[in-house]
């Protein structure tokens, strides 16, 4: 059975702790994040967003919320399936509807006031079928504009603006912008720990990070001690796959597509794993 993510993520805030959330595109990557999950004693977080349906390997959404369950169903940890950068209150909705355990309504891109009535019609309807709810404020850019964006104090999250949003939509958490980026950057982030200590010091609910690939895990978990309950990866794990099908292509005298799908399954679980440690959950299912 799928759980929601309210109750897992206040435990990890309370006790300092963040647990991961691995974005998959297709069945087999959720199958080796679960792995890894199980063998290191971790709860997790399985993202998908709507845009990969097509290429997930699923007919639908409720399709693959069944499919998620009876892989879960496997393990004895916490799994929650949550649809992440919901960008509309009818996607939030098509995925409650489907089975969903948790949603994300990424409304950043909106202004304030308008992010905030939306995002509180997503968490009433959530409320009915005990789905948990993410939103966002701030915006986290691609990593091809982060210089710009770190210089742009409209990117990054306002801890009043913050402390006002949470009280006003009534979210289980929020993802801020504190300097990380969606994709790859090749320089040195500069992640705003002081920033996210004033946001955390005024909200009082488990904050999200955005973006986690590219900053050191030393970095993670000074984001952990200080309000940080749950850490999106995507990034770093296409690469690992990327790298993997290269190898293969470059070595393999023949392509053994049995080999790769180990590989990367294996490769996968062991990046994850590198995450854990840093964010402090394994043996925390």
Not at 35 to 49: C, D, E, M, N, T
Not at 102 to 125: C, H, R, W, Y
Not at 142 to 164: F, H, K, R
Not at 166 to 186: K, N, P, R
Request: with cysteine; aromatic share 8%; hydrophobic share 40%.
């Amino acid at each position: 059975m799928l759980s929601s993510m309210r109750d897992i993520l206040q435990e990890a805030y309370q006790k300092k702790y963040a647990i991961p959330q691995p974005d998959f595109v297709s069945i087999d990557m959720a199958a080796a994040y679960l792995h890894a999950a199980s063998k290191y004693r971790f709860p997790v977080i399985l993202g998908f967003g709507e845009e990969y349906l097509d290429v997930s390997g699923a007919a639908n959404l409720k399709h693959l919320v069944k499919i998620i369950e009876e892989l879960s169903n496997a393990y004895d940890i916490p799994v929650v399936l949550h649809l992440d950068h919901g960008r509309s209150y009818e996607a939030c909705v098509r995925a409650i509807n489907a089975g969903f355990t948790s949603v994300m309504f990424d409304g950043s891109s909106l202004p304030f006031e308008e992010n905030i009535q939306i995002t509180k019609g997503v968490v009433e309807i959530a409320r009915l079928g005990g789905v948990s709810v993410e939103a966002e404020l701030g915006r986290l850019k691609n990593a091809e504009d982060y210089d710009m964006a770190v210089s742009d104090s409209q990117v990054l999250t306002d801890p009043e603006t913050a402390g006002i949003f949470v009280e006003e939509t009534g979210v289980d958490a929020l993802a801020v912008s504190i300097g990380s980026v969606h994709g790859d950057y090749s320089g040195e982030l500069n992640i705003r720990i002081d920033l996210l200590k004033q946001i955390n010091n005024l909200v009082g609910i488990p904050l999200v990070l955005h973006g986690a690939t590219g900053i050191p895990y030393q970095t993670l978990s000074k984001c952990v001690q200080n309000g940080v309950a749950k850490v999106n990866i995507y990034t770093d794990f296409a690469n690992t796959i990327n790298q993997i099908v290269r190898e293969h292509f470059i070595h393999a005298e023949k392509f053994q597509i049995p080999g790769i799908l180990g590989d990367i399954r294996v490769g996968i679980s062991e990046k994850l794993e590198e995450y854990t440690q840093a964010l402090g959950s394994i043996n925390k299912a």
